[in-house]
């Protein structure tokens, strides 16, 4: 349902620095470069620190973030697995932030659309940390949204967004969530706005919203705002499913492309909305 009270990746993968470690200086400049973020440095540091000592868990777990921002999701995979095997092997007690390194690999599963993996990873993370924790929380919810559970993930965004009351990135998502279980997403859209005006997908969002209310006119004048390539992107409804995500029951924008002659080509931009197919 689209509702409205006025006329906005991916959660992130949680950065851990916190491990104790030796008396290393390589160590000690690789936590430096990485949190400024210099992560191909800080890994080549890193890359040698775990060969030469291959159960240094806080060497493991820093690689893992630094691969994860350089986007090699299935390395980062890999050494965040070797961070929960070694840990594991240690004994209970001793990584006390073991929950960290499950909620960094639940992302990244999520990230290479593994959401059954990831799901367990993240109550995994959910009853080490016994307590309700945002970034568990979104990216939970992510991967529930990948598996078509949009109850239990509105569920989860709900209580996430409840413990901080700052605009974040993932209410986008938590829009999304609230729309395919049939709740109004207009407020929640007004403060992601308010936050990300500019934002691509809080464009089209309130677009649709604002056709689906005043008609299309209405969201063509919006979506209008938006680069060429991004309503490209925005009415291919591959990328608009399958690649950031959105659920079955949101419409798609429709931009159409004609070409006025041989030798010219004229964009037109007739907005409206593929609603999808109601039941019965």
């Not at 390194?101 to 009853?127: M, Q, T, W």
């Not at 209580?159 to 700052?166: T, W």
């Not at 929640?188 to 008609?215: H, N, W």
Request: charged letters at 25%; hydrophobic letters at 35%; aromatic letters at 6%.
């Amino acid at each position: 349902m689209l509702c409205t009270t006025s006329p906005p990746s991916s959660p992130t993968v949680l950065l851990q620095l916190s491990r104790s470690s030796p008396s290393s200086s390589s160590y000690n400049e690789a936590i430096n470069l990485s949190s400024r973020g210099n992560h191909l440095a800080s890994r080549r540091l890193l890359s040698k620190i775990t060969a030469d000592e291959p159960s240094f868990v806080g060497a493991h777990a820093l690689l893992g973030n630094d691969l994860t921002a350089l986007g090699d999701l299935d390395s980062a995979l890999d050494e965040y697995t070797t961070t929960i095997n070694l840990c594991e092997a240690a004994g209970s007690g001793k990584c006390k932030d073991l929950w960290l390194d499950y909620v960094n690999r639940g992302a990244v599963l999520n990230n290479l659309n593994s959401p059954e993996r990831a799901l367990s990873d993240l109550n995994e993370a959910a009853r080490l940390r016994a307590r309700p924790e945002l970034t568990i929380l979104s990216n939970r919810a992510r991967a529930k949204e990948n598996q078509g559970d949009f109850i239990g993930a509105d569920a989860d965004y709900t209580i996430a967004m409840g413990l901080n009351g700052e605009v974040a990135p993932f209410w986008l998502r938590a829009a999304l969530a609230k729309f395919e279980v049939g709740e109004c997403i207009g407020e929640t859209l007004s403060r992601v706005e308010g936050r990300f005006p500019d934002a691509p997908e809080v464009v089209v969002l309130r677009a649709i919203l604002q056709a689906e209310k005043l008609g299309d006119e209405k969201g063509k004048e919006k979506f209008g705002k938006l680069p060429e390539s991004q309503k490209r992107l925005f009415s291919d409804e591959k990328y608009v499913k399958e690649k950031i995500g959105w659920g079955p029951n949101l419409p798609v924008p429709v931009f159409a492309v004609s070409n006025k002659s041989a030798t010219h080509s004229k964009t037109l931009l007739e907005f409206r909305i593929a609603r999808p197919r109601l039941n019965g």
